[in-house]
């Protein structure tokens, strides 16, 4: 028995001398951001931010761009421009050119849910333009233009202030039948920042549309819930308590935070696609421009009313909106599926009841508090 | 094994007994005496007045004071026809009689002086054996903050006293036995019968007598002699040196074996999570003894783990490095020339070297070594970039984690233990780490201490006895024996009025 | 050949641990992704067929223990011979060595692949088969006690786990399970049959009985660990429906893993390269009580010496496992092995019983006709 473990000791030292292919982190480029667009003659041209690593240069991120016809081709052959051996594992936003979107190319991500290095968290996003322009931003603020976008999306994402895009919730959405994605739409800001400049709507894997921020916080009252939200609601309202203020007498602003919600979509009539949307918010109303007394119950009454009735309106618009572009990002032909049986529903089908589906809203808007003065 | 046998030397020729007689005239006892001691320089022979008594004596081995007072003084004056007379004069404690050379010589070296009187077949044996050694001292090795401080030297006289003051139980049983063809140790064995199990005893009696060595100077190498693998890195048996700690164990119903000239005492069976465990833990409240317990399992993980995940991490999956810390940890990585592996396998060895260095050196230099080793290794060699100042920290972790187990030979083992990790971990990764566990867990459970499951109590489970295990739970729960020494009376104490007591 | 096998009374098993012994060995490699084949078949019903599969295996199981306990203390082996007599005892207990085997290869192929495809991409098959049969071989020799506290220390040290769920849990909208039984009863039958290959683990009840303690409580403990699995699968399967939406799970090959790809630590971004490699743990039991029981099994009714046998063994699966090199390789060597599997471990018992009740009455008969 002794002589057992001598023997299995000594095997497992002699088979240490077949060794892992090592990956020493400080020999590697590690790409923390990818930007895909359409380039010449069908070919993808990537356009990959390294990972700012060594402190004795002053010179910023290294950003390699290369051009292949696959997905993976690019990092293959951008490999020959650096010193680096780049790898993806650490790869944390994939920003998509809107050209490239426009012709339905979010096989791109599939591809890279194959690779186990890449992680299912990765953001992805898209930009009006092209995705290499963003990335070649240089601003004395941003040391790292990777980072800085993950950063910025991490933070959005968090207060929900921007649809959550991990790879995993994209395709999430993109492989349910009835449900279509959506990616934030990030630009350049003068030069000197990014900013958050709207939603991006898909049917497919096809860029059809787009939405304002405005709309976004409404697509995500329907499909998310929110905690601590906020937002500033336009009423538009004929009462004359509502009326004044420094924005003139044709419109007042609520400014709103806190804002909790959920929401509830339930099909009604089966053969012609009937929807109840049920809303509930709740939230603190910080700041309304017209000077109404917010300390007199009818008066709330009324606010609560009249903001319940101008976020019904932005949400049909929205509805209407992505009805004509024919991309069903509520989720709406899901809830068919889930509640009809024996529904065999797919695409081609849902599309076809989707133009003329009425969704009937209902939103019941309560202000909780109102902050320190009443 | 042959090596071994090698140790073993074939035990001398028994004389026969007609040899063996004690000579019959002072010549040939002299002659005799001289020559089975190979005529050293420090045998004694005196010749008592007028008396016709001659003492023999190793003059080394005796205390002088005592041979004058106590055995030359009350006789010199006096004539005796026969050994027996001698007896009644004598005003040694310990005197016996013996009539065999091969007996004599050995309590010769035992400190004994030999009364002979011609003519006679046997002769006296007076113990007065000088008191070489030291006083009781502190604790050293295994301090305690609280709690007795007294420590076990070098006596086996004064050690058994020490553990007899504190349980002062007819039950207590010292078994003594001899060891060691030339060295002639005597030791004991110490058990609580009744709470011991009996079956314990009688293996650990067979081990002992089993052992055919020339010599054995200290209890640490008889505990390499009758742990139950010798091949296994781990201690099967705990060495301490604090009797309060030896006693608490007794009274789990454990044995503890004393040897003469050794200031530790071995104690078996012992568990695997029980070397993590300190007396100090029952001696302040549960609630602190077990973060205690749970801090030390930590910094075990740490201590064994942490450098090898850091090598795998940065060998193969940088993926798992989270954003925040990639930046610092590549910036520091940057400018060392060597592959993970190597640095910390390099860092790892400069920590053993001034370890090692301290335990050598003398307590004075010891202390500026420590301090000299961490300026150099600190700040001095992040400068140069010889290794990345992430991996100090955490070697430093690892080397703290490894320096709170109680006890020192378990300690060494964690050391030990991380080289091959390291290098697991820098062949296969993450992979290399779990077979390098896998490959633990396997050994550790083949192991046993005298015949019990070294992880016990979590494997073969024994769930009662969870309670005073990585954790310790108030003494009214902890009324039960640990399973582990099977002991014959299971309670400790009545759970009913311990309950009721607090 | 005595059909009475009794162990040494020192390494008799405490009864409650075939909880562990039989969770251990039922749970291993299949759950990294049976949530995908059984999908297949059964849509968003696949968890009705996980239960309908647990149901099966807890009635498979009431049936071992009844045909073990018509021996009393004995083994496959024993009663095979008892039942068959001889020569065709031994055929039989050959095809159950051969069985045990097979599964093993099975085990250690789909782990190994596992690992290049997730983590080690470059390192060579015979490396990884290489040092996991050695660890195998060591734990082996350790004897059976030893093998079964694998099994414990898998279980307790695998618990953390569960813990991890919690993050896929944020995700999953369990709104995939609707509309319930959109399915009909053949897909979900369908799906139950392919659960074969990872709820099978429990036959190890054949060959572990002789060394339990207190015989009568056996049948309570077996189901108890039945139970035990059945509920990891049907978590398991939940979660794979609820998080992923149809077409994403029809092309996730390892579900189970995946869904550790959205857990992110403060200090570890990507546990699942950690559990990858940890499954190690997971699948050693299974391995060692396969081996074992082969082991056993020679011994038992050719009277070989276990040492050798292990020996002879091992190398033979090491061969093998160089020859299944590829994916389809693997999968095909998969679907053979799961419809051979499923009249093995799901009808056979049921075939043994009544043989067996038939060979005592005859016996019984016999001696009365004395």
């Known amino acids: ?73 690019i990092v293959t052959s951008a490999n020959k421009k650096t010193s680096r051996r780049l790898t993806s594992g650490q790869l944390r936003v994939i920003i998509y050119g809107e050209d490239m979107l426009k012709q339905g190319k979010t096989k791109i991500a599939q591809t890279l849910t194959s690779d186990p290095t890449i992680s299912d968290m990765t953001f992805l996003a898209m930009t009006d333009g092209k995705a290499r322009d963003l990335l070649h931003l240089k ?59 709207g939603v991006a709507i898909f049917k497919g894997a096809k860029l059809v549309g787009k939405i304002n921020t405005d709309q976004s916080f409404y697509l995500g009252l329907i499909n998310d819930k929110y905690k601590s939200g906020s937002k500033d609601v336009v009423i538009r309202s004929d009462s004359p308590k509502l009326k004044g203020g420094h924005l003139g007498s044709h419109k007042t602003v609520a400014a709103l935070d806190s804002i909790q919600s959920s ?69 709406l032909g899901d809830t068919y599926k889930r509640t009809v049986r024996h529904s065999n529903l797919t695409d081609e089908k849902w599309y076809k009841m989707y133009k003329d589906a009425k969704v009937n809203i209902n939103v019941d808007f309560t202000v909780k508090r109102t902050g320190l003065n009443e | ?40 320089t420090d045998i004694l022979e005196n010749q008592v007045g007028s008396s016709g008594i001659t003492i023999f004596s190793i ?28 007896m009644e004069h004598l005003s040694v404690g310990e005197i016996k009689q013996a009539n065999q050379m091969e007996k004599v010589i050995k309590s010769a070296l035992d400190g004994d002086v030999i009364i002979y009187l011609a003519g006679e077949t046997s002769v006296l044996l007076a113990k007065i054996p000088s008191r070489v050694g030291r006083s009781l001292t502190f604790a050293e090795n ?49 058990y609580l019968s009744g709470i011991a199990s009996e079956q314990m005893v009688n293996t650990l009696r067979q081990r002992i007598d089993a052992i055919k060595i020339d010599g054995i100077l200290d209890s640490s190498v008889l505990l390499q002699l009758i742990e139950d693998k010798s091949l296994s890195l781990f201690p099967l048996m705990l060495l301490t040196e604090r009797p309060d700690r030896v006693c608490d164990l007794l009274l789990k119903g454990k044995l503890a074996v004393l040897v003469d000239g050794s200031s530790l005492a071995i104690v078996c069976p012992h568990s695997f999570m029980e070397f993590f465990q300190a007396m100090e833990d029952s001696n302040v409240n549960w609630q602190i003894g077990t973060f205690y317990r749970l801090l030390r399992l930590i910094a075990l993980f740490f201590s064994v783990f942490l450098t090898a995940i850091y090598v795998a991490c940065l060998t193969f999956h940088y993926e798992v490095i989270p954003q925040t810390l990639l930046v610092t940890l590549s910036e520091s990585r940057a400018r060392v020339p060597f592959p993970p592996i190597i640095e910390a396998l390099l860092l790892e060895f400069f920590l053993e070297l001034l370890r090692e260095a301290g335990a050598r050196l003398p307590t004075k230099v010891g202390q500026t070594m420590g301090i000299v080793g961490g300026i150099v290794i600190g700040t001095a060699a992040v400068d140069a970039g010889f290794t990345s100042n992430i991996l100090i920290i955490i070697i430093a972790l690892a080397a703290l984690g490894s320096f709170v187990t109680p006890s020192y030979f378990m300690g060494n083992v964690i050391r030990v233990l991380r080289f091959p990790l390291i290098i697991l971990a820098g062949f296969w990764g993450f992979y290399g780490i779990m077979y390098g566990f896998c490959f633990l867990l396997l050994h550790l459970l083949r192991q046993s201490s005298l015949g019990s499951p070294y992880l016990a109590p979590f494997y073969p489970p024994r769930f009662a006895d969870w309670k005073d295990s990585i954790i310790r739970l108030p003494l009214s729960f902890t009324y039960k024996r640990p399973d582990l020494s099977r002991p014959e009376n299971e309670n400790q104490y009545d759970p009913i009025k311990a309950k009721e007591k607090n | 050949m005595k059909v009475h096998y009794q162990p040494k009374p020192q390494s008799l098993l405490s009864s409650f641990l075939l909880i562990f012994i039989i969770q251990a060995n039922q749970v291993g490699i299949g759950i990294h992704g049976f949530q995908r084949v059984i999908f297949m078949e059964a849509k968003q019903d696949g968890w009705i067929s996980v239960l309908v599969a647990g149901f099966a295996t807890h009635i498979v199981v009431f049936v071992i223990i009844k045909t073990l306990q018509i021996y009393g203390s004995t083994d496959i082996y024993g009663i095979h011979h008892e039942v068959y007599g001889k020569w065709l005892g031994k055929l039989f207990n050959s095809l159950y060595i051969l069985y045990c085997l097979w599964i093993f290869l099975l085990i250690l192929k789909n782990y190994i692949e596992v690992l290049q495809t997730w983590v080690f991409p470059t390192v060579p098959v015979w490396l990884f088969s290489f040092s996991i049969l050695l660890l195998v071989i060591y734990g082996v020799t350790g004897g059976i006690r030893m093998i079964v506290g694998v099994c414990f220390f898998s279980i307790a040290l695998s618990l953390w786990i569960f813990v991890f769920i919690v993050y896929p849990l944020r995700y999953t909208d369990f709104g995939h399970l609707l509309p319930v039984m959109e399915s009909s009863l053949v897909p979900i039958l369908k799906g139950a049959y392919k659960m074969t290959l990872t709820i099978l683990g429990f036959e190890i009840l054949y060959v572990i009985y002789p060394y339990m303690e207190k015989k009568e409580k056996l049948q309570k403990y077996a189901h108890i660990g039945v139970a035990a699995s059945n509920f990891v699968y049907l978590l398991l399967m939940l979660l794979a429906i609820g998080y992923f939406s149809p077409g994403q799970l029809l092309s996730t090959i390892w579900p189970t893993l995946t869904l550790f790809k959205i857990v992110k630590l403060p200090f570890i971004e990507r546990i699942e390269y950690f559990a990858v490699t940890f499954w190690l743990l997971i699948i050693l039991p299974n391995l060692m009580l396969y081996l ?7 011994k038992q009714s050719f009277g070989i010496s276990q040492k050798k046998t292990l020996w002879v063994f091992a190398t033979l699966i090491f061969v093998f496992s160089l020859f299944i090199n590829t994916r389809i390789k693997i999968n095909r060597f998969n679907d053979i092995f799961a419809s051979l599997a499923f009249y093995f471990t799901f009808c056979y018992p049921l075939v043994l019983y009544a043989f067996a009740l038939l060979k005592k009455k005859i016996n019984t008969y016999k001696e009365q006709m004395k």
């Open chain 1, 1 to 73: 028995m002794k002589k057992m473990e001598w023997v299995c000791i000594f095997l497992s030292i002699l088979l240490i001398c077949g060794c892992a292919e090592p990956k020493v982190l400080d020999r590697l480029g590690l790409i923390t951001t990818v930007g895909y667009d359409l380039g010449k003659n069908g070919f993808i041209l990537g356009t990959l931010v390294e990972l700012k690593i060594d402190p004795n240069t002053p010179k910023d991120v290294v950003i390699v761009e290369s051009e292949a016809q696959s997905v993976r081709g």
């Open chain 1, 139 to 197: 601003s004395e603020h941003i040391p790292d233009i990777g980072i800085h976008i993950f950063r910025f999306m991490e933070q959005n994402t968090k207060i929900k202030t921007m649809p959550s895009s991990t790879m995993q919730e994209v395709l999430h959405t993109h492989y349910t039948v009835g449900k279509e994605p959506v990616m934030p739409i990030i630009n350049k800001n003068d030069n000197k920042g990014i900013v958050f400049s």
């Open chain 1, 263 to 331: 929401s509830n979509i339930k099909l009604i009539n089966k053969e012609k696609p009937e929807f109840a949307l049920n809303l509930k918010l709740s939230a603190r109303l910080l700041e309304i421009t017209s000077p109404i007394d917010v300390g007199n119950p009818q008066n709330m009454k009324l606010i609560e009313k009249e903001i319940g009735k101008s976020m019904k309106k932005d949400i049909e618009n929205l509805i209407a909106y992505c009805q004509s572009k024919n991309s069903d990002v509520f989720g």
């Open chain 2, 1 to 40: 094994m042959f090596f071994i046998k090698k140790l073993f030397s074939p035990k001398d020729e028994v004389v026969t007994k007609d040899q063996d007689l004690i000579p019959d005239t002072k010549e040939k006892m002299s002659a005799e005496f001289r020559k089975r001691l190979h005529y050293s």
């Open chain 2, 59 to 86: 003059s080394t081995l005796i205390d002088k004071t005592m041979f004058h007072q106590d055995i030359i003084d009350p006789i010199k004056n006096l004539s005796f026809d026969s050994i027996q007379n001698v």
């Open chain 2, 142 to 190: 295994e301090t305690h903050v609280i709690g007795p401080q007294i420590a076990f030297n070098e006596s086996l006289i004064t050690n058994i006293a020490l553990i007899r003051n504190y349980i002062k139980d007819p039950d207590l049983c010292v078994e003594d036995f001899v060891i060691g063809s030339r060295t002639n140790k005597s030791g004991s064995i110490l």
């Open chain 3, 292 to 298: 074992w029981a082969a082991v056993r099994g020679v």
